[in-house]
């Protein structure tokens, strides 16, 4: 059975797991609240470590990434998700942040949107990079994202929530997940709940970390090399943009802009000694495959491109754009040979080799694209997107085992990718491997939060090893009695 039929369900139960999650996050702080001890002090600079630990929010970012993966439609995508989660890593490395990235979500939405949650998840809409004109303009929000997670805005809100009665925080806890989901309305209701007082201070207080992140955002940009004024530019975009829409942009919901906040950032910009700053060439290309990916008709997309180029032969991002229009449209040697011009541009990367890679699977060209990837392996061992086109060549090629065993090393690399387990879950299948379709299949579903899910494969598994391997039917029994206990603490909570 694929498992394409149960991602709908998974979908439809979505809302209800992001309802339970809030719950049981509230009983938790509730509890954190009755247990701390007056005399207990806080990491110096940091009164929200006494409610909130980090290790706490990484729980909770870890069941917020399963309700994200339950209840979002994600990018699977695997040149995407390289580019978005590289360019957020290097950024993180120029910020204030001190902790490790959990993970890296691309959610596949045209709306502008990003999000930060507790315990180092980003999420990223696709609408983002349709938004943002360059790489400075996207990296502005991204780095503002990168303020929230390093001052720790999370916990320090519910720090100052702490006196507030329980419905109070639990309302302003729903319209943060809520709102991080992208339900702009369903937020402005949770907020709607809390009391006017509470609600106004709330608000005073975004603000005041909206400025906060901004402060800090830019200072990043400038460590980073970008353009300072990438965030100027990128707010009165939006300001220009949602002037007269009725409902602005998620983004602008969870991220109040005022004219307070353009200012400064223009203001800030002014005061760096200006040079010119150069946009990136693999930004415009992954812009480009946002615009394709939800492009309608190829047809149309050609005559733009071919439009661009008229304008201007040297533009390599609108080359990238008429070679992917061409594929979609069943017109492959012309797109591989405008593919070939991307790829003479820089021979050595791997976003580039990935691209015509892909271009080539999708022409049925099999060996020329194995014979590509795998050279491109042997320089860069284990790197994801050429792993995962690399399986799924072999598994067009027939060669299932084969790509079998790519894909389990991207599940130990990756483990948090629900992509490669239900890859893994679909290339099992098709290599007669029925135990590795279960294992593969529970990993799947308990990335969705669907614990009752993952045991049942589990269960399946145990009962096909149970007379010839007995160490993998002790660790499938541990794995299962670890899911049971999980699902019980749910119920208690």
Not at 9 to 33: D, E, H, K, P, W
Not at 295 to 322: F, S, T, V
Request: proline share 4%; hydrophobic share 40%.
């Amino acid at each position: 059975m694929r498992l394409s039929a149960n991602r709908n369900n998974i979908y439809q139960r979505g809302l209800a797991n992001f309802a339970m999650a809030v719950l049981c996050f509230q009983l938790t702080v509730q509890t954190s609240i009755a247990q701390a001890s007056p005399n207990q002090l806080p990491s110096l600079g940091d009164s929200s470590s006494s409610l909130i630990s980090p290790q706490l929010e990484r729980r909770i970012g870890e069941s917020f990434l399963k309700q994200i993966n339950a209840s979002l439609p994600t990018v699977s995508d695997p040149l995407m998700k390289h580019y978005v989660s590289g360019q957020l890593i290097n950024l993180a490395q120029h910020s204030e942040l001190r902790d490790a990235i959990m993970s890296v979500v691309v959610i596949d939405n045209p709306e502008l949107n990003a999000f930060a949650a507790p315990g180092g998840v980003v999420g990223v809409n696709l609408g983002l990079l349709l938004s943002a004109q360059d790489v400075h303009e996207y990296s502005s929000v991204i780095a503002h994202e990168l303020a929230h997670l390093s001052q720790r805005h999370f916990a320090r809100g519910i720090e100052e929530q702490r006196s507030q009665t329980l419905p109070t925080l639990a309302a302003l806890i729903a319209a943060l997940v809520i709102g991080a989901a992208g339900g702009g309305d369903a937020a402005i209701a949770a907020l709607s709940t809390a009391q006017a007082a509470s609600a106004a201070n709330q608000l005073r207080y975004s603000r005041d970390r909206e400025q906060e992140a901004d402060r800090i955002g830019f200072n990043t940009l400038i460590r980073a090399g970008h353009d300072p004024a990438g965030m100027s530019r990128m707010f009165e975009r939006m300001q220009q943009a949602y002037r007269f829409t009725r409902k602005p942009p998620e983004f602008l919901l969870t991220h109040p802009l005022s004219e307070t906040r353009i200012t400064d950032a223009r203001n800030q910009a002014m005061s760096i000694e200006r040079q010119e700053y150069s946009d990136s060439l693999d930004y415009q290309l992954m812009r480009i495959r946002a615009v394709v990916h939800f492009q309608k008709n190829p047809k149309q997309g050609i005559k733009e491109y071919q439009r661009r180029l008229k304008d201007n032969p040297h533009d390599a991002a609108a080359n990238y754009g008429l070679a992917l229009s061409l594929s979609r449209d069943g017109q492959h040697d012309e797109a591989l040979r405008r593919a070939e011009q991307l790829l003479n541009v820089n021979p050595q990367s791997i976003l580039y080799n990935s691209a015509y890679a892909e271009l080539l699977i999708d022409a049925e060209r099999n060996q020329q694209a194995q014979a590509l990837l795998q050279q491109q392996l042997v320089l860069n061992p284990g790197n994801a997107p050429l792993s995962m086109l690399y399986a799924r060549v072999l598994n067009q090629d027939g060669q299932h085992a084969k790509a079998e065993t790519i894909l389990e090393q991207q599940s130990q690399a990756r483990p948090n990718d629900v992509d490669v387990w239900y890859q893994l879950a679909e290339t099992a299948g098709l290599a007669g491997n029925i135990t590795g379709v279960h294992l593969a299949r529970a990993d799947y579903f308990y990335l969705h939060g669907a614990y009752h899910r993952a045991i049942q494969h589990l269960e399946y598994a145990q009962r096909l090893v149970r007379r010839n391997n007995p160490q993998m039917q002790a660790k499938l029994s541990q794995r299962i009695q670890d899911l049971r206990t999980a699902i019980r603490m749910q119920q208690q909570s």
